[in-house]
């Protein structure tokens, strides 16, 4: 079992940047081969992948055509945390963003995929 801490939502207007940060429990999971990466989901719709990658050497990170030369994750082995660095953010950005996880060599594009997820961190985008 993985407990996945998220942490580094808020308020910002359009334009600005946020940083999420999602802890892993099990030591050592980030140098690990995992899949991990962010997920979100806005009122009404389904949850979809934002960016994901194989942590192992960070490989093939995946990121939703909507987050695409926006958005950047990363890792720091030491911390044992991802992270996702938001920039130039929308209005259409606004959701819960989720941490997930999985002991898999491929990503899922999908949530079943995953089998581990946090809590949640809200990230409010205004205009």
């Known amino acids: 079992q993985v407990e996945l801490v998220e942490s580094g939502g808020g308020s910002v207007q359009t334009g600005g940047s946020l940083r999420l940060s999602c802890r892993a429990s099990?030591?050592?999971?980030?140098?690990?081969?995992?899949?991990m990466g962010w997920f979100r989901q806005a009122p009404g719709k389904e949850r979809e992948r934002v960016a994901t990658?194989?942590?192992?050497?960070?490989?093939?990170?995946t990121y939703h055509d909507s987050a695409k030369g926006r958005f950047i994750i990363s890792k720091d082995d030491a911390e044992n945390t991802v992270y996702l660095q938001m920039n130039s953010l929308k209005p259409e950005d606004t959701a819960m963003y989720y941490c997930?996880?999985?002991?898999?060599?491929?990503?899922?594009?999908?949530?079943?995929?995953?089998?581990?997820w946090g809590q949640g961190t809200q990230v409010t985008v205004s205009s």
């Open positions: 099990a030591p050592g999971y980030t140098a690990k081969g995992n899949c």
């Open positions: 990658f194989y942590t192992y050497k960070a490989q093939r990170p």
């Open positions: 997930a996880a999985a002991p898999f060599l491929y990503c899922s594009d999908y949530e079943g995929g995953y089998d581990y």
